[in-house]
């Protein structure tokens, strides 16, 4: 799988930004069928120069939605939480 297809968007959170502050932390959506070892690759193919000590991910369900008399669900997503070493930044914009 490419690596730009990996790799959905970083998420911008309320908890992402402290995690990212304290723990050098950052938090991506991937692609569903991603597994840890393809969004390490992809975090450093994408990122040159950074090295990725431990990806972890989540499944997100979709949310119940109703509109009028109709129920629907948002769409489920894939989460990662990728850990660099010290001194290792990405900047993606907060």
């Known amino acids: 799988m490419d690596s730009h297809r990996v790799i959905v968007r970083p998420l911008h959170t309320e908890k992402g930004v402290n995690d990212m502050r304290d723990a ?8 569903p069928r991603a597994t840890k070892c393809q969004i390490r690759s992809a975090i450093e193919e994408l990122f040159p120069g950074r090295k990725v000590v431990d990806v972890r991910t989540a499944t997100v369900r ?4 109703r509109v009028r ?18 001194g290792d930044t990405i900047d993606i914009g907060y």
């Not at 050098?24 to 692609?31: G, K």
């Not at 997503?77 to 010290?86: E, G, M, N, P």
């Open 62 to 65: 979709g949310k119940r939605r």
């Open 24 to 31: 050098n932390t950052y938090h991506f959506e991937v692609d």
């Open 69 to 86: 008399k109709s129920v629907g669900f948002t769409k489920k997503r894939k989460k990662a939480i990728v850990k660099l070493r010290i």
